[in-house]
């Protein structure tokens, strides 16, 4: 308990904690003087983030010359840490007029003042009429629906109803949720090789065929991207850009982050199939993305973003644009690991460039934090001491990466797909010169091989 309460603390921000202030000394939430006493204790002691809890320390602070007893400090940082999450539940139903009209409805259902509840229906739509239509919005019109039904149902059971519109608002808002989900499901599945459950899907994907539900954009934009992830369909996949493009306003920050990286992903597995042209139109997501704080968080870019755009602008040569974007975009990384992939990356800016000693002199300030970074830093030594000749350097790291991959059994199935280069990079070295019939049956192995990373590296040096 005590860890999550300085977990929240840390957290916070100023004016969040200058407000938690005001919220704790009010009578109507706390009537209660310790619980006041440690959060003052907080803002004394851990202003600078990263300070330790001292249990005694504490104790004293709030029942000084007592002696220590843990289980009386237990209470006030239980009530502290279960009413900062209180307060940030609450600043976000302030922030959400839709939230506090539709259960200033429920509430005056329940008392049965139905003037007031019709105008906190009026209240409701207002808000809704205000925001962006996406799967959120048809959520919350389903509700809004269904709570107009249930009063119709607690006071006139005779009267006509609006099932009809409750029926209509609870499917959209369903079919809009199912293909989302499926989506997301399916760019994670690629990734982490897991198997998902689809239930109704297929019969539901058939059913949308043709049917007027395609017309909303919440939902013709997952059905449209599931079927051209799902077919590798190029013309799904066109109506999928074209829809997002035109409905770009309809969604929020967060779903269009989801959908513009959905779209990403199907250029990538496109690109991993031998078709070019779709990674660099997945450059142009990236960057375009990135221009328009569109796959940006707070403003922060994520670390696998800024790597994968390097990674795409390093492949289609556009070697000035990358340099700038690199040392640009620093700052915006997660801090925590700012250093490491800004090194990284410019390590490959640099392997790229042939200016193999300021990338091995950048990959040595790079951590070992990161698993799938550490490997890839691994790799791109292994292929620079090949290209210096650096024969006795190589040997030595192939051995101590086989020695690294098998103590890793969290590398699940991409272990084996890193044995193999390393497999493959010590066959590659034992080849003599001029002997073509070992090096076409080593090609196709190698060409064979599925999930070998630098598969293509591999092959060049066969060439």
């Known amino acids: 308990m005590k860890q999550k309460l300085i977990s929240l603390f840390n957290q916070l921000s100023g004016v969040e904690k200058r407000e938690f202030t005001r919220f704790i000394e009010s009578d109507y939430f706390n009537r209660r003087e310790e619980p006041v006493q440690l959060w003052h204790y907080l803002l004394r002691e ?7 809890w001292q249990p005694a320390h504490a104790f004293q602070a709030l029942f000084p010359n007592q002696p220590h007893d843990e289980a009386k400090l237990r209470y006030p940082a239980s009530w502290l ?34 003037e007031h509840f019709g105008q906190a229906v009026r209240m409701a739509e207002t808000a809704l009429e205000k925001r962006v239509r996406d799967q959120a919005w048809y959520h919350d019109h389903y509700r809004l629906e269904f709570e107009k039904y249930a009063l119709i149902e607690s006071q006139r059971r005779t009267a006509a109803n609006n099932l009809p519109a409750v029926g209509k608002a609870l499917d959209t808002y369903l079919i809009a ?15 982490f090789q897991t198997k998902y459950d689809y ?33 590798g369909d190029e013309a799904q996949f ?47 997501l990236y960057q ?11 403003g922060v870019l994520g670390r696998f973003a800024y790597k994968n755009t390097v990674a795409l602008a390093l492949l289609y040569g556009q070697y000035e644009w990358v340099k700038g974007f690199i040392n640009r975009y620093r700052t915006a990384l997660e801090p925590a690991w700012q250093e490491d992939f800004y090194h990284y990356n410019l390590a490959r800016y640099h392997f790229t460039i042939k200016e193999y000693g300021k990338a091995m002199e950048l990959l040595a300030k790079v951590d070992d934090r990161d698993l799938l970074l550490n490997l890839d830093g691994k790799l791109m030594l292994l292929k620079m001491y090949y290209e210096l000749g650096e024969f006795n350097a190589l040997d030595s790291l192939l051995s ?19 044995l193999g280069i390393i497999r493959f990079t010590q066959k590659l070295m034992a080849l003599r010169p001029g002997d073509l019939v070992a090096a ?24």
């Open 177 to 191: 949720a199912k293909l989302r989900q499926s989506c997301i499901q399916l760019a994670h599945q690629s990734v």
């Open 288 to 298: 375009t993305g990135i221009e328009r704080q569109i796959i940006l968080e707070n």
């Open 238 to 284: 066109r109506k999928f850009r074209a829809l997002l493009e035109e409905h770009f306003e309809s969604f929020s920050q967060n779903e269009i982050r989801d959908l513009w990286l959905l779209a990403i992903n199907f250029c990538i597995k496109l690109l991993n199939t031998g078709s070019r042209p779709f990674g660099e139109e997945a450059l142009s």
């Open 440 to 463: 076409s049956a080593l090609r196709k192995e190698i060409e064979a091989a599925e999930g070998l990373p630098e598969k293509d590296w591999l092959l060049a040096k066969l060439d």
């Open 400 to 418: 101590s990466m086989k020695t690294f991959i098998r103590r890793k059994k969290e590398l699940a199935y991409h272990q084996s797909h890193y």
């Open 46 to 52: 851990f202003a600078p983030a990263g300070k330790t």
């Open 81 to 114: 840490t279960k009413h900062i999450e209180y307060f940030l539940a609450m600043r976000r139903f302030e922030k959400n007029e839709t939230e506090q009209a539709l259960q200033l409805a429920v509430s005056f259902r329940e008392r049965n003042l139905e």
């Open 199 to 231: 239930t109704f899907l297929p019969p539901l994907l058939e059913y949308l065929e043709g049917s007027q539900f395609l017309e909303i954009p919440a939902i013709a934009l997952y059905y449209h991207c599931y079927k051209a992830l799902t077919e």
